[in-house]
């Protein structure tokens, strides 16, 4: 709000799309919080459909128990699939643990003795039947679905071989958490990757929902933020993977592709080339 302040006190004028994130009932968007990690599992859903694979018949690990893994978590329960193992940072031992329960963890519970760093209780954890392993245990867990949402370069090339050969989709919450080496790999075992930049999108995404909404100084629901972001990042999955099966590329790449064609579209519109 003060950059809000500063930037309108410059221009002389009221500009309340020019910066996001603000707070809900001064120019915030409902559904902000929610919208990365939900966004993830949106794409997530709709490649489950590419694949033919019931949601509600898959399990997943996941890195990371901020925010976005937070959230992708709950929706993902919602809609059925079984989260087996999460993996984040104690912040008082100053290292990451795995907290795994074969039957499925109770995410709900999780958040309650979360801390508002994404760190666990180990105590309560383990009453509530975890089984507490080390930070890397949830690369090697016997799943579907990875889905790293903390940190860049989690998944290497010292690590990558410990993927289990169950696992279908690589979603990727979190920015670059795969190295480039570590990706070829992926690659050439088949792995279905959901880019980071097309899976965490839907926290940019709904911050232009944030400025439009300014700008009309005209505020939508929850429930309707929520379903225009379902749409955007179903669309923008559908293009990517369209484009990818049409020109058989692998995920990311084809990810990039649409990218830098529209940016060389939009620059030969402007005339600048």
Do not use: H
């Not at 930037?7 to 968007?29: D, L, N, R, W, Y």
């Not at 507490?132 to 690369?139: K, Q």
């Amino acid at each position: 709000l003060w950059m809000l302040d500063e930037f309108e006190a410059i221009q002389g004028g009221k500009f309340p799309g020019f910066i996001t994130g603000k707070p809900v009932g001064m120019g915030g968007s409902l559904g902000r919080t929610e919208a990365t990690g939900y966004g993830v599992i949106y794409t997530l859903r709709e490649a489950l459909k590419v694949l033919g694979i019931n949601i509600a018949d898959t399990c997943a690990s996941i890195q990371g128990f901020g925010n976005v893994a937070q959230y992708a978590a709950k929706l993902y329960r919602e809609l059925g699939g079984k989260i087996i193992a999460v993996a984040c940072w104690d912040n008082t031992d100053k290292t990451a643990y795995t907290f795994r329960n074969l039957n499925g963890l109770d995410i709900d519970r999780l958040v309650e003795i979360s801390d508002s760093f994404g760190s666990l209780d180990k105590n309560k954890a383990r009453d509530m039947g975890c089984e507490i392993l080390d930070g890397e245990a949830w690369l090697e867990q016997d799943v579907d679905i990875l889905l790293p949402a903390a940190l860049e370069s989690q998944i290497t090339l010292q690590n990558v071989n410990k993927i289990s050969q169950q696992v279908k989709v690589l979603a990727e919450g979190a920015n670059g958490p795969t190295t480039p080496d570590a990706d070829g790999i992926i690659k050439q075992r088949g792995i279905y990757v959901i880019p980071d930049f097309l899976a965490n999108a839907g926290g940019v995404t709904c911050s232009y929902f944030e400025q439009v909404q300014s700008n009309m100084n005209y505020y939508w629901e929850k429930d309707e933020v929520l379903e225009k972001l379902d749409s955007k990042m179903t669309a923008a999955f559908k293009a990517v993977n369209d484009i990818a099966q049409r020109n058989k590329l692998y995920m990311r790449d084809a990810a990039y592709v649409i990218s830098i064609n529209r940016v060389a579209q939009a620059v030969k519109m402007r005339g600048w080339v």
